[in-house]
């Protein structure tokens, strides 16, 4: 089965950077042939998400992280990449990698453990 395990998170200060990897195992195409996404979820606050990229290697971002994060996949097919520039304290929250066979598909399929970011 496909399991999404996330890393590089940590604690930054405002302004710096962070590059968050989930490494996606169990499905046979890799990550190339999946829509991923990332998403976020802060404390006291609903999950939302953050960028998404699909299998043509179209990218979407949120109004927030525009122009600061770029998602992408890494060319052994296996990981999904968010960098994170310039981040700011609002940006602290819990970073979830999630997938689906296509973009079109309503429900995310599969969730990694998550990675804490925080900014100070």
């Known amino acids: 089965h496909v399991q999404l395990v996330e890393s590089g998170g940590g604690s930054v200060q405002a302004g710096g950077s962070l590059r968050l990897s989930c490494v996606v195992s169990?499905?046979?195409?890799?990550?190339?042939?999946?829509?991923m996404g990332w998403f976020r979820q802060a404390p006291g606050k609903e999950r939302e998400g953050v960028a998404a990229?699909?299998?043509?290697?179209?990218?979407s971002y949120s109004g927030s992280v525009k122009g600061r994060f770029t998602i992408s996949k890494d060319s052994t097919r296996t990981t999904l990449i968010l960098q994170m520039n310039n981040l700011r304290p609002d940006d602290t929250a819990m970073y979830y990698c999630?997938?689906?066979?296509?973009?079109?598909?309503?429900?995310?399929?599969?969730w990694g453990q998550g990675t804490q970011v925080t900014v100070s």
């Open positions: 990229i699909d299998t043509d290697g179209s990218a």
């Open positions: 999630a997938a689906k066979r296509q973009c079109s598909d309503a429900e995310w399929t599969y």
């Open positions: 169990g499905y046979i195409y890799g990550s190339y042939d999946l829509c």
